[in-house]
């Protein structure tokens, strides 16, 4: 209600002082004529009117268009203020996952050092396992050839010692000896 007197208080003053100016403006003629005042009490009541109906129809929309506005205002600094607090907060766990970024990489980095030293370590024991496959199989190449040779050794020697049997043989045996050792062998084959 006060809102109201002080509405039409300052329409008042502002109908006073352009009235005035109204007055100035009509060229040296007298300020207050009946004629002036006439016309201008009836612009006044007619102004008085035309608030009141627009007061009284259209004020309650106009007052709240105001305090909507107002209060929508202080509805979206509170939003703002909402926002910039959870804009703070999400900043404040980016900063921390950047930091945990950090203590990640470590990990990851100390994780790929350990596979690394098991991948070494793994190719190491296999690369001594195959040496020493290796070296068995050598060992029984080795051997395998040793006997081989050992076999041949013995063939030859045989073969040798067989020369060596003849000629002693042929030199202490006569013809006829060397026939009857023939004879005798083959009548023991033959027999048997």
């Given amino acids: 209600m006060k809102r109201m007197y002080v ?3 300052v329409l008042v003053s502002a109908l006073a002082i352009s009235s005035v100016a109204f007055a100035a403006a009509a060229e040296g003629h007298a300020l207050f004529t009946s004629e002036n005042v006439k016309d201008y009490g009836l612009r006044i009541v007619n102004f008085i009117i035309f608030a009141g109906l627009l007061y009284k129809f259209a004020g309650a929309k106009i007052r709240d268009f105001f305090v ?5 205002i202080k509805q979206e600094l509170d939003d703002l203020q909402t926002r910039q607090a959870e804009a703070e907060k999400k ?3 980016v900063e921390a996952g950047i930091a945990n970024m950090a203590q990640e990489k470590e990990a990851i980095i100390a994780e790929a050092r350990q596979q690394g030293e098991a991948i070494k370590e793994g190719i190491i024991a296999k690369a001594h396992s195959d040496a020493e496959a290796l ?3 050598a060992k029984r ?3 395998n050839e040793a ?8 063939v030859e020697m045989a073969e040798m010692v067989v020369e060596a049997a003849e000629k002693i043989v ?3 045996l006569s013809a006829e000896d ?3 050792l023939v004879d005798d062998y083959l009548t023991k084959v033959v027999l048997n």
């Fill in 7 to 9: 509405f039409f208080a």
């Fill in 68 to 72: 909507g506005r107002r209060d929508g």
């Fill in 91 to 93: 900043l404040k766990e």
């Fill in 135 to 137: 070296k068995e199989q």
């Fill in 141 to 143: 190449t080795a051997s």
């Fill in 147 to 154: 006997q081989a040779a050992i076999k041949t050794i013995r």
């Fill in 170 to 172: 042929a030199e202490k």
């Fill in 178 to 180: 060397h026939d009857k």
